[in-house]
């Protein structure tokens, strides 16, 4: 899948692209570099990879890997699921500025109370000034040490503590900071129906949508203007959208 997103990326912006490994073979790695895929590794818990009582993964190593980034490359970044795919150039819509933090508000689907309990953002789809310092990040990582919050439902409850999430569309400010709230019916669409980026959210451990992920990826790679201008209609006309 980050193969798959790489190459997807580069068809849309000449990006620097960076993958944090976490259990990558040698042949995967080499084909990554080979595709122009700078391989960093940080060290994470393995406990990042356990189910809470709820039954979400806690995925807590993304907060490392972004915080060694800003601190390796002090550069701002985009961060981007692997289970994600660009339907357009979307890279200057979300790219932050220096001091800002972008995250997108949960799409119509996930907006149910049992989903919402793992944080009103989706963490797939993100965005980190260079400017975020290590105490915001010592913050979120509090959060996580009860072995209960995901990366996503701490940063949910962080961001709360100053910003009205709901405010779609929104820039607020937290602290020092700015905090840019994002549609996920557009930037984060696990719909994969009408966004700008499709997220084939749980590809990794769910065989119905990695082979939605991979047979996607392949005929937009083929296709992609055509794919492009299918997906913006349907955006505009609400031809095929979830509704529930």
């Known amino acids: 899948m980050a193969l798959a997103l790489a190459k997807n990326v580069r068809l849309y912006a000449d990006c620097q692209l960076f993958l944090y490994d976490l259990g990558l073979k040698d042949e995967e790695r080499a084909e990554l570099e080979a595709n122009g895929v700078t391989i960093e590794k940080t060290a994470f818990d393995e406990g990042t990879f356990k189910l809470n009582s709820k039954g979400n993964i806690r995925t807590t190593h993304k907060i490392d890997c972004i915080q060694h980034f800003l601190r390796t490359y002090s550069r701002s970044v985009l961060v981007l699921d692997a289970d994600a795919l660009l339907i357009e150039n979307v890279v200057s819509d979300l790219f932050p500025h220096e001091r800002e933090i972008v995250v997108t508000y949960r799409c119509n689907r996930e907006r149910k109370p049992h989903i919402l309990i793992n944080g009103k953002i989706n ?95 392949v005929v937009h790679r083929i296709f992609p203007r055509l794919m492009t201008g299918i997906v913006a209609l349907n955006r505009r006309y609400q031809w095929f959208v979830w509704r529930g």
Not at 140 to 168: F, P
Not at 169 to 195: F, H, M, W
Request: proline share 1%.
């Open 123 to 217: 963490a797939g789809v993100m965005a980190f000034g260079a400017g975020i310092s290590d105490d915001f990040f010592d913050e979120w990582k509090e959060i996580c040490a009860d072995g209960e919050h995901t990366d996503q439902s701490a940063l949910s409850a962080l961001l709360e503590t100053h910003v009205v999430l709901e405010r779609v569309g929104s820039a607020q400010p937290y602290g020092k900071y700015e905090i840019r709230i994002l549609d996920g019916n557009v930037y984060n669409d696990v719909t994969c129906r009408t966004g700008k980026i499709f997220h084939f959210k749980n590809a990794g451990r769910q065989l119905n949508k990695r082979l939605g992920f991979t047979s996607f990826a």
